[in-house]
Nanobody, 123 residues
């Protein structure tokens, strides 16, 4: 069982930055695929970014070049550095963990989810 707790959300003006953190429990954290998803009101949950146990990283086209995912296995924590934020980035951001088998975009690849943290970007 893995428990995930997100933090770092908040209100920021367009063009600003935030860093999200996701702290995970469990001794096998380093072997997990870790991902960030987001869900805006009235929209489906969408993939944002993922990082494998070997630190391969993946990004949605909408955030590529602006967001950076990283992981610190010693702290059982992953991060999402978000720069040049836009109003359309406003959403609840969720951390997720799963066993990597090649896929990373679909939420079905992930077994564990955090409760989410709100990010609001004002124009």
């Amino acid at each position: 069982q893995v428990q995930l707790v997100e933090s770092g959300g908040g209100l920021v003006q367009a063009g600003g930055s935030l860093r999200l953190s996701c702290a995970a429990s469990g001794r096998t954290f380093s072997s997990y695929l870790m991902g960030w998803f987001r869900q805006a009101p009235g929209k489906e949950r969408e993939f944002v970014s993922a990082i494998t146990w070997s630190r391969s990283t993946y990004y949605a086209d909408s955030v590529k070049g602006r967001f950076t995912i990283s992981r610190d296995n010693a702290k059982n924590t992953i991060y999402l550095q978000m720069n040049s934020l836009k109003p359309e980035d406003t959403a609840v951001y969720y951390c997720a963990a799963g066993q990597y088998s090649g896929g990373y975009i679909r939420h079905e690849y992930y077994d564990y989810w955090g409760r989410g943290t709100q990010v609001t970007v004002s124009s």
